[in-house]
């Protein structure tokens, strides 16, 4: 599985961005995709996570600000937006996404770099 995320940037507190992650390859055993952030100085936290049923979960942190959400209508691509709105520069940080295959078997992409100035 291959996947390759974007739509990181540079945005004032309270603004907005969605970020986009592909993923090619042997999509039909995705468990879920989902995104961890790593902020300067701290630990990789998990944000997000679309499970293949549909069902999601969000860090308290993000709760009521961030949406994720899928589109597996294509046979080859299956991807995972986040959208996140009213951004704080707590938010800050490179946002990873990852999926979960059945077998167990976990694939990162690469990190977009997420920046809110205050």
């Known amino acids: 599985v291959q996947l390759q995320a974007s739509g990181g940037g540079l945005v004032p507190a309270g603004g907005s961005l969605r970020l986009s992650c592909a993923a090619s390859?042997?999509?039909?055993?995705?468990?879920?995709m989902g995104w961890y952030r790593q902020a300067p100085g701290k630990q990789r936290e998990l944000v997000a996570v679309?499970?293949?049923?549909?069902?999601?979960?969000?860090?308290d942190s993000v709760k009521d600000r961030f949406t994720i959400s899928r589109d597996n209508a294509k046979n080859t691509v299956y991807t995972v937006y986040l959208q996140m709105n009213n951004l704080e520069p707590e938010d800050t940080a490179v946002y990873y996404c990852?999926?979960?295959?059945?077998?167990?078997?976990?694939?990162w992409g690469q990190g977009t770099l997420v920046t809110v100035s205050s």
């Open positions: 679309v499970y293949s049923g549909g069902g999601t979960n969000y860090a």
């Open positions: 990852y999926t979960l295959l059945a077998r167990g078997v976990v694939y």
């Open positions: 390859g042997s999509i039909f055993s995705i468990n879920l």
